[in-house]
């Protein structure tokens, strides 16, 4: 009754938009690679001109309440308010983002503890974060704003735990989402539609994390998660190629999956169970060696030995000569 009540108050709050909800998770936000820059401070300076000047005035004043709610959301001392403090942070999120080209505010005094992810082609920017209810758990919340005057804004809602063994293989709608934290968006466009991969970490499994690239497209009716646009085979859907590349790996391992602008290619990690048993993700650790992605041809092209790494005998110089 309580989730329903707390859904029920942002469903009040958010024009046009679905309802924010969450997913409960184990991860911590240290494993996440470094959030990519929202805009240069000159292109924001010049976006902030399409805000009047008192509506930037009333945007600065708001956020300071937002940063208060937001440090008892995140630090409160009694864990099971953080629920309590979200639900309000939401509330005043929305009220804010009503005023008109809200979407050119950058929010500069919370980038410490909102992520503001913008597409690359500033499309659209994603508002997201994660709270701890208690010490095993973490709630993901995430929105998608357009720049708009008006606000239109795409809540999402956490659908990991009942995507099951369908994480690669499903297509999600009508705001449902494979929760987690993004860090990068790219676009490319495939037959004429832009598509964008998300770059996104999730740890709602109590014995394994995920790093994830989940393809996401926009049109008048919403936002829709997954695409058949990676050279991988399905292991569920044999025949069929997945929709969502994801890596699961052990708790407490740092795994990487980024772009890499010199080879312009994403790069992660080869991963191999610590007990030689593939059914088990969550015995999976790096292999020292990387693997890869390159776009081509409308997909992105998986790449066996990305970064080529000699794997050296016992005694073996790095030269090559025998010790």
């Not at 469903?11 to 046009?16: D, G, L």
């Not at 080209?101 to 082609?121: L, T």
């Not at 832009?194 to 926009?218: A, E, Q, R, V």
């Not at 191999?272 to 693997?291: L, W």
Request: glycine content about 8%; overall charge neutral; proline content about 6%.
């Amino acid at each position: 009754m309580r989730h329903f009540l707390f859904a029920f108050t942002i469903a009040m709050c958010v024009v046009c938009a679905p309802v924010f909800t969450f997913a409960q998770s184990t991860a911590s936000q240290s494993a996440l690679p470094e959030i990519v820059p929202s805009q240069n401070a000159g292109a924001m300076d010049e976006a902030r001109k399409m805000i009047a000047p008192q509506n930037i005035e009333k945007l600065q004043i708001m956020e300071d309440s937002l940063v208060v709610t937001a440090d008892s959301m995140f630090n409160a001392l009694l864990p099971d308010t953080h629920v309590e403090y979200s639900a309000r942070f939401v509330r005043q999120l929305v009220h804010a983002l009503k005023v008109p080209n809200s979407y050119y505010y950058p929010f500069e005094r919370m980038k410490d503890m909102i992520n503001f992810v913008y597409a690359d082609d500033s499309a659209f920017r994603i508002i997201n974060w994660g709270i701890q209810p208690d010490i095993s758990s973490e709630r993901y919340y995430a929105a998608v704003q357009l720049p708009q005057e008006k606000l239109k804004l795409y809540g999402l809602t956490d659908y990991t735990s009942e995507l099951g063994k369908g994480i690669t293989d499903s297509v999600l709608t009508g705001g449902k989402w494979f929760g987690g934290i993004y860090y990068r968006v790219i676009s490319h466009e495939v037959e004429g539609k832009k598509i964008y991969t998300l770059f996104g970490f999730n740890g709602s499994s109590p014995i394994s994390n995920y790093k994830f690239l989940d393809p996401m497209t926009i049109d008048e009716k919403g936002v829709t998660f997954g695409a058949p646009i990676f050279t991988v085979g399905s292991q569920t859907q044999p025949g069929k190629p997945i929709y969502r590349f994801v890596l699961e790996y052990k708790k407490g391992v740092q795994v990487t999956m980024n772009w890499d602008a010199e080879r312009r290619a994403i790069v992660f990690d080869n991963l191999v169970s610590q007990i030689n048993d593939p059914h088990r993700k969550y015995t999976f650790i790096p292999t020292g060696q990387y693997d890869g992605f390159r776009w081509g041809n409308g997909v992105w092209n998986f790449v066996r030995d990305l970064i080529p790494i000699t794997i050296l005998q016992d005694g073996q110089a790095p030269d090559g000569v025998e010790k």
